[in-house]
């Protein structure tokens, strides 16, 4: 039952992901990429993974998608419209399936190790997933934490120079 | 038959390929940028599926900051978007050729 959802929800997100490089219009794209970001919130609960569930359906899903959106509405885009050489796709799609290909082959090659951490199911349902994930960002991580929010503030900073009309 | 940790990477092969195959097909650039974001998630499902795998919450915590940089990068790319399509009125990458030979 288990395996029947997975294949379900990947097939999905598979659909989904191939309308985001299919669709003429930005718009079907960016809902496109929308239901490949819920269907991805899915596997992190899956995983046991909920906090960075609900963290991808706020960030992502919820910031990043709506800011596109935006900027599609703004910019007034409609579908391409000179015609797109097909020489050009074809190598693109010989890169892409190559791509696939090699990373498929290593994946075949390669085995799982089966080295256990710390961190066990029961200790996730135990001690809580956010608790765990904010153990480690606040201690072991804490220098990469603090950067982070200086890179935010660098790019809020730089996206509103870039974006003014008159500097 | 339980889930195991490759069927996860596989199919964040899978999403990834297709990130990339649009990332050098689309001549739109918002287009481009939500390729780009596609490739980041996928890396983000390797990186969950793994920790899981290996009971270790190195992965999480990076998954964590490859999304914040993705959200200060869609800030930073679509400003800089915005701004050029003040100057040419199209976001067609063809059109981005002043420093073309």
Not at chain 1, 114 to 128: A, F, P, Q, Y
Not at chain 2, 77 to 91: C, D, E, K, P, Y
Request: hydrophobic share 60%.
């Amino acid at each position: 039952m288990a395996h029947l959802f997975f294949y379900l929800v990947a097939l999905v997100a598979v659909v989904s992901g191939f309308l985001v490089i299919k669709c003429k219009t930005p718009v079907n794209s960016a809902i496109a990429l929308v239901n490949t970001f819920f269907c991805l919130a899915i596997f992190y609960v899956m995983l046991e993974a909920p906090f960075m569930a609900a963290i991808q359906i706020m960030v992502y899903a919820g910031a990043i998608m709506v800011l596109i959106l935006f900027v599609i509405m703004l910019l007034n885009l409609g579908s391409e419209a000179r015609k797109r050489y097909t020489h050009g796709v074809a190598w693109g799609a010989a890169c892409g399936a190559l791509v696939l290909v090699q990373v498929l082959y290593f994946l075949n090659r390669g085995e799982a190790t089966g080295m256990k951490g710390e961190v066990t199911s029961d200790m996730i349902n135990t001690l809580g997933h956010t608790e765990l994930i904010g153990k480690a960002l606040f201690t072991q991580f804490l220098l990469p934490f603090e950067i982070t929010s200086i890179l935010l503030l660098v790019a809020i900073v730089g996206a509103v120079v870039l974006a003014k009309k008159d500097v | 038959m339980i889930i195991s940790v490759h069927h996860y990477l596989v199919l964040s092969a899978i999403l990834f390929s297709l990130g990339t195959v649009g990332v050098l097909t689309r001549r739109n650039a918002i287009v481009i940028f939500m390729s780009i974001e596609l490739m980041l998630n996928a890396v983000n499902l390797s990186f969950i599926a793994l920790s899981r795998h290996l009971g270790n919450m190195d992965g999480q915590v990076f998954v964590f900051f490859v999304m914040t940089v993705a959200a200060a990068e869609a800030a930073v790319g679509l400003a800089l978007m915005i701004a050029f399509f003040r100057n040419r009125q199209s976001v067609d990458v063809d059109d981005i050729n002043l420093l073309k030979w």
